[in-house]
């Protein structure tokens, strides 16, 4: 199966960047225009057994941000820029990982991957064997509560994914994905 997700990677995130370019650089534009700092945040991340890469998403965020997941953040809304609510509820953000996927540092659907000090997160993905498998722009914890679930059972989700692994599920995440997405659902900050 390995080969064939590659491939559907390859060729669906290709066709998205087609289609999504012109609106990808409308939103780089106005991110640019609404806040101070670059249009893109790279982030840090934990792929594939571990290996850090950088990882990047439309800027949300204040350049003064701590790099810590929002939940940790004390008042994760002051440090929202004026277009970075609406681009999160949306998932519009996370649209630059179509050049992780090309790039082989993501799949379209694995676990979503860490920031590269949420140690709690990293271990127990390790304990469970889920560190083995590319990492995802979606994935089975995303579709099921995303920022709603604590720790634990998302990797329970993250490990349901590891020993269920199809092309079908796969498809089901994707459709799920783009259903949240356009209702702007699981996303709290």
């Given at each position: 199966m390995s080969s064939m997700k590659r491939f559907f990677d390859v060729v669906c995130?290709?066709?998205?960047?087609?289609?999504?370019?012109a609106p990808m650089f409308i939103i780089a534009l106005v991110v640019k225009l609404t806040s101070r700092g670059p249009a893109l945040y790279w982030s840090d991340r934990v792929g594939r057994n571990?290996?850090?890469?950088?990882?990047?998403?439309?800027?949300?965020?204040?350049?003064d941000a701590p790099a810590v997941a929002t939940h940790l953040l004390a008042e994760p809304g002051r440090f929202i820029t004026p277009v970075g609510k609406f681009l999160r509820r949306y998932s519009l953000d996370e649209l630059p990982q179509l050049f992780s996927i090309l790039k082989g540092d993501m799949s379209l659907v694995g676990p979503r991957?860490?920031?590269?000090?949420?140690d709690d997160l990293i271990k127990l993905r390790t304990e469970r064997g889920v560190h083995a498998i590319t990492t995802g722009l979606t994935?089975?914890?995303?579709?099921?509560?995303?920022?709603?679930?604590?720790?634990?059972?998302?990797?329970?989700?993250?490990?349901?994914y590891l020993k269920n692994r199809s092309f079908l599920l796969d498809i089901r995440i994707i459709l799920l994905t783009l259903c949240h997405a356009l209702a702007g659902k699981g996303v709290r900050h």
């Open positions: 995130s290709l066709g998205a960047l087609v289609v999504l370019g571990n290996i850090i890469f950088k990882m990047p998403k439309f800027r949300t965020m204040r350049t991957p860490a920031l590269f000090n949420q994935g089975w914890a995303q579709v099921n509560g995303r920022d709603d679930l604590p720790i634990p059972v998302k990797v329970d989700f993250d490990e349901y």
